[in-house]
């Protein structure tokens, strides 16, 4: 059985969820996961037009606290990090 909690055992990126890879790319590549992340915000950002993919109100507070669009954030800064996993 493998052991989850140690990075080190994860030489296949499929088996890894997606909490897990974040934080893999957080603990071994955390700058380059914070400026890919925050252009990612910025051009999520400015694609949204009046209103938020929730539905609500896009002001810079709302993205800053609304789950849906921090998960989208996260899922596609991911996927532009992928291969530093």
């Not at 909690?5 to 088996?15: A, C, E, G, H, S």
């Not at 071994?28 to 993919?53: I, P, Y």
Request: net charge positive; glycine share 4%; hydrophobic share 35%.
């Amino acid at each position: 059985m493998r052991n989850f909690n140690n990075f080190n055992n994860f030489n296949n990126f499929n088996i890894m969820t997606t909490t897990q890879q974040i934080a893999l790319l957080k603990d071994k590549h955390f700058a380059a996961w914070v400026t890919t992340r925050q252009q990612v915000f910025n051009e999520l950002s400015d694609k949204q037009g009046m209103f938020c993919m929730c539905g609500k109100l896009a002001t810079g507070m709302h993205e800053q606290n609304c789950s849906r669009f921090n998960k989208q954030v996260d899922k596609t800064t991911l996927s532009r990090l992928k291969h530093l996993i």
